[in-house]
């Protein structure tokens, strides 16, 4: 009597020749998994993965192919039915409304008054720039736009001031509104800048004039009291002041002091 577990394999199974991670697929091919068409579309090993399963077990590979042609063909025909219904509905990409986001926040370092009107203007045909301004329904699109511009300077800026939150509310329900909201928020941003550098400057100039006034006054009280400046200076020197205690009790410059006390 032959014993079948002596006989050599005449037909392998190709799983045992898969790396891990395809024979995980191929044990859910076996368990009834339907093949990802996506995956078989843009994975090789995948693909390949299903084809060897479909030859072992006896099925037909290409019927999934064939019925992804058919949905994309279907997908494809919806979307023309839909442009033929709707003849005037312009669709904007998504790089479209990105740009649209960065020309309204270049307001906060250009200055440059613009309107929203003329920033879908300049990516969208004129004859759909209203619609496209006033299409209501894109506060996702106009969100994903804010979010793609997170390099832009004015949005650190504004977020410095209002919180991530308060930018991401300006996406609004439409185009128009939502790049009015972020001029705003740039001009104002700029203005709240322009005016913290002024009041640096002034604060900056009023200690140049009192640290002026009080060297004026010391420099006065020492001609007053029939000192000489530089007698001082050398006295103070050899009592173990500094150079800098010289220069403030004088009310001259550490470069002078150093002259005088050589």
């Not at 994903?144 to 609004?172: C, D, F, L, W």
């Not at 909201?181 to 203005?191: K, P, S």
């Not at 900056?204 to 010391?218: I, R």
């Amino acid at each position: 009597m032959i014993n079948d577990m002596d006989l050599p394999d005449q037909f392998p199974n190709p799983r045992d020749t898969l790396p891990a991670y395809a024979q995980q697929w191929w044990d859910r091919f076996a368990n009834g998994a339907q093949p990802d068409i996506t995956a078989l579309q843009q994975i090789p090993v995948y693909r390949t993965t299903w084809e060897l399963f479909c030859g072992f077990t006896g099925r037909n590979a290409s019927g999934t192919a064939a019925a992804f042609s058919e949905l994309k063909k279907a997908e494809r025909n919806y979307y023309a039915a839909v442009r033929a219904m709707y003849p005037n509905q312009y669709r904007v990409p998504q790089t479209d409304y990105n740009g649209m986001v960065r020309d309204a926040l270049d307001f906060y370092q250009d200055g440059e008054k613009r309107s929203a009107s003329g920033i879908v203007g300049g990516y969208v045909p004129k004859e759909h720039a209203r619609a496209v301004a006033n299409r209501k329904g894109q506060r996702k699109r106009m969100r994903r736009a804010i979010e793609a511009n997170k390099p832009h300077p004015a949005y650190a800026a504004i977020t410095s001031r209002i919180g991530k939150q308060g930018v991401n509310s300006m996406a609004q329900d439409t185009v128009s509104m939502t790049l009015v909201r972020l001029m705003m928020e740039a001009g104002t941003q700029r203005t709240l800048d322009t005016m913290s550098y002024e009041v640096a400057e002034l604060k900056a100039q009023v200690a140049a004039l009192e640290a002026f006034q009080s060297a004026t006054e010391k420099r006065h009280t020492i001609e007053d009291a029939g000192q000489d400046p530089k007698e001082l200076a050398r006295s103070m020197r050899a009592s173990g002041k500094s150079l800098g205690e010289i220069a403030k009790a004088t009310g001259r410059s550490r470069s002078t002091v150093q002259r005088w006390v050589k």
